[in-house]
């Protein structure tokens, strides 16, 4: 089975400071995607960042972006600037099957003033 | 542009009582579909998807069923609830064979009384 690890249940930043959040992630297949997924309190999920596993380059999202390992298979998000707003969970994710997307159990980010 | 829409937000029944989730797309043809359940402190786990009209695939042996009448529409039911099925629910979908991103519903709350 495919897995997807979140080794850090919880984490706390103060406002304006960087915070990087790890993923781990287990697959055979050579083409395949990640992502990061952020769920605020209101549950809604929205997507952070994508990253194709055959572009050898990073992922950026303005204050977001990515530290793809593909031999090491990690896939750590990193957070410039942190605001109150990025106070969320974090989940990772990967598409080895082709069809759906295979959770980690998430980072409970908390960023204070 | 696309948008999804998935309800009861919240929803509070009786062990033992049927279930019925509703989860529509709208502004995409033949999208591939989603349920997936988040159990409190944990991550996002796939129940069911669907890659066409009447297509299920179920990923956990449950007391869950899934159905897909139209194109665009999703459900989830439950002849008869246990205590075990509360929990968050979320719709989602993606296009194609699913290497892209998926874009979910607002979820919905379910408490088995």
């Known amino acids: 089975a495919q897995t997807v690890t979140q080794s850090q249940p919880e984490m706390s930043v103060q406002e304006a400071e960087t915070v990087t959040l790890s993923c781990t992630y287990d697959t055979s297949e050579n083409n395949y995607y990640l992502f990061w997924y952020k769920q605020p309190p209101s549950r809604q999920m929205i997507l952070v960042i994508r990253?194709?596993?055959?572009?050898?380059q990073n992922a950026t999202e303005n204050r977001f972006s990515v530290n793809f390992q593909k031999a090491a298979k990690s896939f750590s998000l990193k957070i410039s600037d942190s605001q109150l707003g990025d106070t969320a969970m974090y989940f990772c994710?990967?598409?080895?099957?082709?069809?759906?997307?295979?959770f980690g159990k998430g980072t409970s980010l908390l960023v204070t003033p | 542009s696309q948008t999804i829409h998935q309800w009861p937000a919240t929803l509070v029944q009786p062990v033992g009582s049927p279930l019925s989730l509703e989860c529509t797309v709208e502004?995409?043809?033949?999208?591939?579909l989603y349920w997936y359940r988040q159990a409190a402190g944990r991550g996002l786990q796939l129940l069911f998807y669907?890659?066409?009209?009447?297509?299920i695939s179920s990923e956990v042996p449950q007391n869950l069923s899934a159905s897909r009448p139209q194109d665009r529409q999703f459900i989830l039911s439950s002849k008869k609830l246990l205590l075990s099925d509360s929990g968050f629910y979320l719709c989602a979908w993606s296009e194609g064979a699913g290497n892209t991103e998926a874009f979910f519903g607002q979820g919905t709350r379910l408490t088995v009384v």
């Open positions: 669907s890659v066409g009209i009447g297509q």
């Open positions: 502004g995409t043809s033949n999208p591939n």
């Open positions: 994710a990967s598409t080895p099957s082709g069809y759906a997307l295979n």
């Open positions: 990253q194709e596993a055959y572009k050898q």
